[in-house]
T-cell receptor, first 112, second 114 residues
């Protein structure tokens, strides 16, 4: 079934540890996104990529990095996790930057 | 850069009553507008979208939205709400400007009372 796969589904992480959230899509979409969802704040864009090989910063990029080595994969890395990065993270993709986005099921990350 | 405002954080509607969720956007040119729904513990599902043409768009689950350029709005409506519509609703805006991405509002939580 075509779609977006995020891994892991949930994770408890010690502060200061490095963590990579994985995201893979099989729809050959050009654009991919990472959002974090926090109560009362909606979905805030962390980083995005409008095509393989390019990335851009969103509203809340600090403490996060991304890479887009190929069309399908868009991993999000927390270099040194802090408790404020406790959140639900959603990866999404769209055919282009101005078309509808399709979302993964999310990764619930708790930093302790 | 574009932005989205959803003025209502939480709305409660009686089952069978009509619903309108408000969305205002900020962008100089014609935006691409979307409404998504998120049930508890789930990902986001697209309800409907506006790119161009007819300003009244129909979506899934009986929802519709109207694009009003003069008011910079894209309000979501449903004539008769069902209990299963209880969820969080997000309005989002995209542009065709290079270097931009899909931006979401903070969401409106819909509760349905019996």
């Amino acid at each position: 079934i075509a779609g977006i796969t995020q891994a892991p589904t949930s994770q408890i992480l010690a502060a200061g540890r490095r963590m990579t959230l994985r995201c893979t899509q099989d729809m050959r979409h050009n654009a991919m996104y990472w959002y974090r969802q926090d109560l009362g704040l909606g979905l805030r864009l962390i980083h995005y990529s409008n095509t393989a090989g390019t990335t851009g910063k969103g509203e809340v990029p600090d403490g996060y990095s991304v890479s887009r080595a190929n069309t399908d994969d868009f991993p999000l890395t927390l270099a040194s996790a802090v408790p404020s990065q406790t959140s639900v993270y959603f990866c999404a993709s769209s055919a282009n930057s101005n078309t509808e986005a399709f979302f993964g099921q999310g990764t619930r990350l708790t930093v302790v | 850069a574009q932005s989205v405002t959803q003025p209502d954080i939480h709305i409660t509607v009686s089952e069978g009553a009509s619903l309108e969720l408000r969305c205002n956007y900020s962008y100089g040119a014609t935006p691409y507008l979307f409404w998504y729904v998120q049930s508890p513990g789930q990902g986001l599902q697209l309800l409907l979208k506006y790119f161009s043409g007819d300003t009244l768009v129909q979506g899934i689950k009986g929802f519709e939205a109207e694009f009003k350029r003069s008011q910079s709005s894209f309000n979501l409506r449903k004539p008769s709400v069902h209990w299963s519509d209880a969820a969080e609703y997000f309005c989002a805006v995209a542009t065709n400007q290079a270097g931009t991405a899909l931006i979401f509002g903070k969401g409106t939580t819909l509760s349905v009372s019996s």
